[in-house]
């Protein structure tokens, strides 16, 4: 039987916060649903954090309101920093949330004001709420392998924090580099020990691709038992509170290359580009980062058997 991963699209949320140009409700809608349709069912769709901290995300209640008119919005996941985030998403009736915390204690006081034991009780907190809600509940570790502020990060140093977010009920734990600087080595080293206690379907793993080794991370994660990849459209992202930080690990990379491994991603890869250089035009001719989608574009005339 053919390999399978899943890819979870974050470029809604962690594309478009770190962009100057904010995207109108409308245009984040029709990116929404052309993800959708090209085959990607998990997104991130926007974030309920301090609307003049990301403006923006300040767009989510509404968002919501109209993906839920449509067939994909009521999947969309939106992120959660505390209860005030909690109560807003209750209120908007999200189903699916993303709560957050860090490894270093300088980046997730930058990001949310809050130590990382304070988080993860306040996190315990949200997780309880969201479960009596029906609310399914994902959670990030940022910071795993390098902090902006403090350097690098240890494996066991890291483990613990992941440790402790696996204890609580979230379907999943995204494993982050925050500002891409892992390596292989480095990604062993956390990842090996974490699926000796859990379910590899409970580990997802999100790279930025600071120093393309983005892909290379995500292949070592692969040949470890990861099957879940969070990546972005285009390549955007980065953390506006993770200074260096750039894109994340491009949507268009990771199914192109895991295409012509012959695992099955369930993403159209060719919906996918046409779906980027839309957004490109959205963001009034915004150059994507994607390597696949740079050769896709060259290639799109030909029919290329690499582009399809
Ligand atoms: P705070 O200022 O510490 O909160 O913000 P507070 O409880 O002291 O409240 C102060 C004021 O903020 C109050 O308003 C609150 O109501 C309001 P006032 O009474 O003064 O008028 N407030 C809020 N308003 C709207 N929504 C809320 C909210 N909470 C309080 N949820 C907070 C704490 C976490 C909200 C803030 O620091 C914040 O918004 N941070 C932004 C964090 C963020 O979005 N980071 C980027 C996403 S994480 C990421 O990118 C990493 C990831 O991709 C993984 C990886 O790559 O590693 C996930
Ligand atoms: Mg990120």
New binding site residues.
């Given amino acids: 039987m053919k390999e399978k991963i899943e890819v979870f699209e974050?470029g809604p949320?962690?594309g478009l916060?770190?962009e100057r140009l904010i995207l109108s409700t409308s245009d984040k809608v029709a990116l929404i649903e052309e993800l959708a349709a090209a085959g990607l069912n998990k997104i991130e769709a926007g974030?309920?954090?301090?609307?003049?901290?990301?403006p923006q995300?300040a767009d989510s209640e509404q968002l919501h309101l109209e993906l839920k008119k449509r067939s994909f919005g009521k999947d969309a996941y939106f992120?959660?920093?505390?209860?005030?985030?909690?109560?807003?998403a209750m209120s908007a009736g999200i189903s699916h949330i993303?709560v957050?915390t860090?490894v270093s204690e300088s980046f997730n006081r930058k990001?949310?004001?809050?130590t990382v034991q304070e988080s993860l009780a306040l996190i315990r907190q949200i997780v309880d709420t969201a479960a009596q809600e029906g609310i399914r509940v994902r959670g990030?570790?940022?910071?795993?392998f390098g902090c902006p502020f403090e350097g690098r990060v240890s494996a066991n140093k890291a483990i613990p924090v992941i440790e402790q977010l696996l204890s609580l009920e979230l379907e999943q734990v995204?494993i982050?580099?925050?500002?891409g600087v892992a390596s292989a080595k480095g990604v062993e080293e956390v990842i090996r020990p974490v699926l000796t206690s859990s379910d590899a379907s409970r580990i997802a793993v999100?790279f930025?691709d600071t120093r393309g080794t983005a892909l290379a991370n995500a292949l070592r994660s692969f040949e470890l038992g990861v099957r879940t990849f969070?990546s972005s459209i285009g390549g955007l992202?980065?953390?506006?509170?993770?200074p260096g930080?750039s894109g994340?690990l491009a949507t268009e990379d990771l199914v192109y290359f895991f295409k012509e491994m012959d695992v099955e991603t369930g993403v159209d890869y060719r919906a996918l580009c046409e779906t980027s250089l839309k957004l490109a035009d959205r963001m009034k001719g915004r150059i994507l980062s994607s390597r696949a989608l740079q050769a896709y574009l060259a290639n799109c005339q030909k029919n290329s058997v690499w582009d399809s």
């Fill in positions: 974050v949320r962690d916060q770190n974030a309920f954090v301090r609307p003049d901290r990301v995300m992120l959660v920093p505390n209860l005030k985030g909690l109560e807003r993303a957050f860090a990001n949310i004001g809050m990030y570790v940022s910071t795993v995204s982050g580099d925050t500002i999100h930025h969070d992202g980065g953390c506006p509170f993770a930080a994340n």
